[in-house]
């Protein structure tokens, strides 16, 4: 990655953090016997008081940090996840790491087709009485803030009218997720 690959201002999506703006480029030592790096200091939109800050150097780190998906990477993605087929794990452990992987990579059909396979799981447990586990609650509610976050601003839409927009697409794929 180049100094230039963002610049400041720029909206950008960090890993969970979603959306975030990056507001300058700034000369600090995190560690007070290490010399002085460039960081980005990212500013969340989802979270005024919060501040993240990504060092140049570390390429892992700044590989995390993408531009926001254009409107027709986001049809092309919500399509492409026609042709994808989604396997939910049953060990949970297994799963949990999966499902942590996702999120950490970003809005992709993955992550689109991850919340549809949970939200059949849940539908399904509801049937028979039960209650999708916590962490899989806590992952579809992270999954889709990023989604529909990402989706809303790039589409110029109302946060209600995205969630009601891809939870529509995504149930009519219902057979791409097997149980």
């Not at 501040?51 to 399509?79: D, F, G, W």
């Not at 916590?134 to 969630?163: H, M, P």
Request: charged share 30%; glycine share 4%.
């Amino acid at each position: 990655m180049s100094l230039n690959e963002f610049v400041i201002g720029e909206l950008v999506s960090y890993g969970t953090n979603g959306i975030c703006t990056i507001e300058k480029i700034e000369m600090m030592s995190m560690v007070s016997d290490e010399p002085e790096m460039p960081y980005y200091v990212l500013k969340p939109e989802g979270n005024s008081s919060s501040t993240v800050y990504v060092p140049l150097h570390n390429e892992k780190l700044v590989s995390r940090m993408r531009k926001l998906l254009t409107a027709e990477e986001i049809r092309q993605m919500i399509e492409d996840t026609t042709r994808e087929h989604f396997d939910w794990n049953n060990d949970r452990r297994s799963r949990n790491d999966s499902f942590h992987r996702i999120l950490n990579s970003g809005v992709s059909k993955e992550m689109l087709m991850m919340i549809q396979c949970i939200k059949k799981r849940k539908k399904e447990l509801v049937t028979e009485g039960k209650k999708l586990p916590a962490t899989d609650t806590t992952t579809l509610k992270q999954a889709e803030k990023l989604v529909f976050e990402e989706f809303s601003r790039v589409l110029g839409l109302d946060i209600n009218q995205i969630e009601s927009y891809v939870m529509s697409v995504l149930e009519s794929l219902d057979k791409n997720c097997d149980i």
